[in-house]
C-alpha cells in the first residue's frame, strides 16, 4: 500500500504508475491524480501539444506501430525485425520493400486462431504490405476466393487476349 503524495488515499501498488528510480519501484502520484493532471496539461497547453506531435511525429509513429506489435501480436522490436529480415526485407507474399499505404508494414496472423483484436503471438504468419493485407482480408483469408480471382485475372488479362 501507498499513499499518493497528490489526494493523500492510500491505495495498493497497482494504483500507481512504474518508476524504477523510486524505492518502492511506483510514482509518488496515483494513476487518478495523474491523469487528471493529464487533461488539464493538454486543456492548458494546446498549442504545445500540437508543435511537440508535429516535431516529433515520426518518432511517436514510430513508438506506437513498436508498441501495437508487443501487446497486439507479442512480437518484440527484435522478433519484428528478425521475421522481416527472414523475408528478405520486403512482403511476405509479394516481396516488395516498401509497405505501402501509411508507411508501415502489417503483421498477419491466422485470424481463426485468435479472432480478437489481441493475437497470441504463435499464429502469425509473416509481414505483408498493405496491399497484400487488404486483399487477404477482403477475400476473407479464404485460399478458394483468392485462386478464384487469380483464374479471373487471367482468364480477361489484356495481355493474353492480345497473344492470340
Known amino acids: 500500500m501507498k499513499t499518493c503524495s497528490k489526494c493523500k488515499e492510500t491505495k495498493p501498488f497497482e494504483g500507481?504508475?512504474?518508476?524504477?528510480?523510486?524505492?518502492d519501484?511506483?510514482?509518488?502520484t496515483c494513476k487518478g491524480c495523474r491523469r487528471t493532471y493529464a487533461r488539464q496539461y493538454y486543456k492548458d497547453n494546446l498549442e504545445k501539444v500540437a508543435e511537440y506531435r508535429e516535431k516529433n511525429y515520426d518518432r511517436i509513429q514510430a513508438?506506437?506501430?513498436?508498441?501495437?506489435?508487443?501487446?497486439?501480436y507479442g512480437l518484440a522490436e527484435g522478433a519484428f525485425v528478425a521475421l522481416l529480415s527472414s523475408?528478405?526485407?520486403?512482403?511476405?507474399?509479394c516481396g516488395t520493400s516498401t509497405p505501402g499505404g501509411k508507411g508501415s508494414w502489417h503483421i498477419d496472423h491466422d485470424h481463426s486462431c485468435c479472432s480478437g483484436r489481441k493475437a497470441c503471438g504463435k499464429c502469425v504468419r509473416g509481414v505483408l504490405c498493405s496491399g497484400c493485407n487488404l486483399a487477404i482480408?477482403?477475400?476473407?483469408?479464404?485460399?478458394?476466393t483468392l485462386r478464384a480471382l487469380a483464374r479471373?485475372?487471367?482468364r480477361h488479362s489484356v495481355k493474353e487476349r492480345n497473344d492470340t
Request: proline share 2%.
Open 16 to 23: 500507481f504508475y512504474k518508476d524504477r528510480t523510486k524505492a
Open 25 to 28: 519501484g511506483c510514482a509518488g
Open 63 to 72: 513508438f506506437s506501430r513498436q508498441y501495437e506489435r508487443s501487446t497486439r
Open 87 to 93: 523475408q528478405g526485407n520486403g512482403c511476405a507474399v
Open 137 to 144: 482480408g477482403h477475400a476473407k483469408e479464404r485460399p478458394e
Open 152 to 154: 479471373y485475372i487471367e
